[in-house]
């Protein structure tokens, strides 16, 4: 799904990247050329961020996306490494390459005037996201407009069908106040989950959750299942994150930017997503008796989230051996007084200490596992 006038260079020879099957209608179709070939520069600049497992997984959905494949589609690993080496020879051509400038009707945006594009797309039906994530990533996406839904006076913008994403394609972001949840994104992400289970089928959380819906009778219909239920859970997180980021302020922002990316930033972003799911999404999730969903939150759950909070897990184990949510919902209570103060004393260090308090800050948080 590669906008059709993308251009490669490959030693003096230019050659158009393959066509997309789209249904945008003409007036559009280079707005699409224009947000991927910067999702393609934000992918020249990051993709080699990730492992090398990670980023091969990745890659072959991303190579499901663009051609259009069904999730039960059978994948030529011989078509997918040549079109993975033809991939990074052209990302070689983009890696100093500035984003372009969005153009929709005569008008001209800056790629991350998110406002003033969507406004421009308003009748289309059509969402624009540009932002930063984990890293300082730069995030790009062109989207069908689903629904848009407001919690607790926010906007909640909900896409389908992506008409342009990049390698990272988050399923939630939250910018400036509003909430973009990608269900394209989101089912993608959940097959990839399920499809990594079923490698050994492990006896875990994501066990029980997949187990909370037919994927061996249904693999279609447990994925629009699935993806309905999930995200009511990103909302939930993002409004938690939105929550978070009122009471860390515009210190907490700058701190993790001046972080290198290492394990640091890493735990410092893990204490944070833990302070936004204690304020919203795991209260929520328990006050409505989501079991599918809080298994699967606990079967997602990062290698370095599981290692900050160890007593939350434990937690978890005794709702599943005892049906008792009580233990959990009080870990809950105790983590969100815990990991604000974790995070006030981060920023505190680094404003006193800036660089030199990087090796005391990976310490405090050591020192502060729950």
């Known amino acids: 799904m590669l906008a059709s006038k ?9 050659r158009r990247m393959p066509a997309s099957h789209t249904s945008l209608p003409p007036r559009l179709r280079n707005l699409q050329s224009v947000v991927q070939h910067n999702c393609h520069i934000a992918d020249a600049r990051f993709a080699s961020d990730y492992t090398l497992c990670v980023y091969l997984l990745k890659m072959r959905e991303y190579y499901r996306w663009e051609k259009g494949l069904p999730y039960g589609a059978s994948i030529s690993s011989e078509e997918v490494g040549d079109w993975l080496t033809e991939r990074e020879n052209f990302w070689e051509t983009l890696e100093d390459a500035e984003f372009e400038p969005v153009e929709i009707d005569g008008q001209r945006f800056d790629a991350f005037e998110s406002d003033a594009i969507n406004a421009a797309l308003r009748d289309d039906d059509l969402v624009y996201s540009a932002g930063y994530g984990n890293g300082s990533r730069p995030l790009f996406m062109l989207a069908r407009l689903e629904q848009r839904l407001d919690h607790d ?41 399920y499809e990594e289970w079923r490698w050994s089928r492990p006896d875990n959380a994501m066990a029980r959750a997949l187990a909370c819906y ?85 079967g997602n759950l990062s290698g370095m989230r599981k290692h900050i909070y160890p007593a939350l897990l434990k937690a978890y184990a005794h709702w599943v051996e005892c049906g008792d949510p009580g233990q959990l919902r009080q870990q809950i209570e105790a983590g969100r007084q815990h990991w604000l103060q974790v995070a006030g004393e981060l920023v505190q260090l680094h404003d006193t200490r800036v660089r030199t308090a990087w090796t005391d800050m990976e310490t405090l948080i050591e020192q502060k596992l729950l």
């Open 6 to 14: 993308t251009i490669v260079i490959y030693s003096g020879i230019i």
């Open 214 to 298: 037919d994927f061996d009778g249904d693999l279609d219909a447990a994925l629009d299942e699935m993806t309905r239920n999930e995200t009511e859970t990103l909302i939930l997180h993002e409004a938690g994150e939105i929550q978070a980021g009122r009471l860390l302020g515009s210190a907490w922002e700058e701190m993790l930017a001046s972080f290198p990316r290492s394990r640091l930033e890493l735990m410092a972003r893990a204490v944070r997503d833990h302070l936004a799911d204690a304020l919203s999404t795991l209260p929520a999730l328990l006050d409505k008796d989501r079991p599918a969903s809080l298994h699967f939150y606990f």
């Open 153 to 193: 006076g926010k906007p909640v913008f909900v896409t389908g069908r992506e008409y342009a994403r990049d390698l990272t394609a988050p399923p939630a972001m939250s910018l400036d106040g509003k909430m973009y949840i990608r269900q394209e994104s989101l089912r993608r992400m959940l097959w990839e989950r």
